[in-house]
């Protein structure tokens, strides 16, 4: 019985959009209908599991590296799931469309083997926000890094991405989304004395979101505040170095549930007793 009998193989993302920098996600399930257990191994010729990226033109994306992976054991009757980012196996930092499929090879080294679907994607660069050069590390070994806050749009809603850029070769460390923004208030932010970016944005109607950024391109804190009695939440810089949010109530999920139980138990109906 040949693989594609004995295998069955799709590949999906969790979207079709991704800003370049940000980890693309493969997730390959891999269904074993042999009716014995499979062990997937690399040989010292080929590897059990391949990624295959296309340009629109059908070209193939340069490699950066090898995508060796360690051997996997399927039981008869069990499906696999195994999550990939992309960006570790290729160069994905140009905008454009892209397709991504995988192959998956017998475990006593054949060259044909089962194939998935593919899945396709696209990369967009965003918008740029704000940005900010700082510099790392000690003094014989300090180089600069950028740290910038984007707008991004998928067709249906605006994120904001942090993404961290190093100074001397040009690449991305750390791109990730801060989460949703309503864009009819326009995002502050500024850096505190340790380099960590702050941000504030609305998030909701109702509520602005306090995101803390480190200068090693980490999210470090996510707080949530409401409005105050008059005006917008704003970033306010102290003399220490410390940057705080205020003209704002703090939101603690915490505290509201506890007086939501408050209220439901005080509306309680009294229990009548019977005559």
Not at 113 to 128: E, H, K, P, V
Not at 145 to 170: P, V
Request: hydrophobic share 40%.
């Amino acid at each position: 019985m040949g693989l594609r009998a004995q295998l069955t193989t799709s590949i999906s993302m969790n979207k079709k959009t991704y800003m370049t920098g940000e980890p693309v996600i493969a997730e390959l399930v891999v269904t074993n209908n042999s009716g014995r257990e499979l062990t997937l191994a690399s040989t010292r010729a080929l590897p059990w599991l391949t990624f295959v990226i296309t340009n629109t033109k059908g070209n193939p994306v340069p490699t950066r590296k090898l995508n060796v992976f360690g051997a996997m054991k399927i039981k008869a009757g069990e499906s696999l799931v195994k999550r990939v980012n992309l960006n570790e196996f290729f160069f994905l930092e140009s905008q454009g469309n892209f397709a991504a499929s995988a192959v998956v090879r017998d475990p006593t080294g054949a060259v044909e083997g089962a194939s998935t679907n593919r899945y396709l994607f696209n990369l967009s660069s965003g918008r740029l926000f704000w940005s900010q050069k700082i510099g790392v590390g000690k003094s014989k070994d300090k180089h600069t890094r950028e740290i910038k806050l984007i707008t991004f749009s998928n067709g249906q809603k605006t994120q904001l991405y942090a993404q961290m850029i190093d100074g001397r070769t040009g690449t991305s460390l750390a791109t990730f989304p801060l989460g949703d923004a309503l864009m009819i208030r326009k995002p502050t932010v500024t850096l505190d004395g340790n380099q960590r970016m702050h941000v504030i944005f609305l998030g909701t109607p109702s509520m602005w979101v306090h995101c803390q950024v480190s200068a090693d391109g980490k999210l470090v804190g996510r707080d949530f505040h409401q409005l105050a009695a008059k005006g917008d939440p704003i970033l306010m810089a102290y003399g220490d170095g410390s940057v705080r949010v205020v003209n704002s109530i703090l939101y603690d999920p915490k505290v509201v549930e506890a007086e939501r139980s408050r209220i439901r138990k005080a509306t309680d109906r009294p229990q009548i007793p019977l005559e």
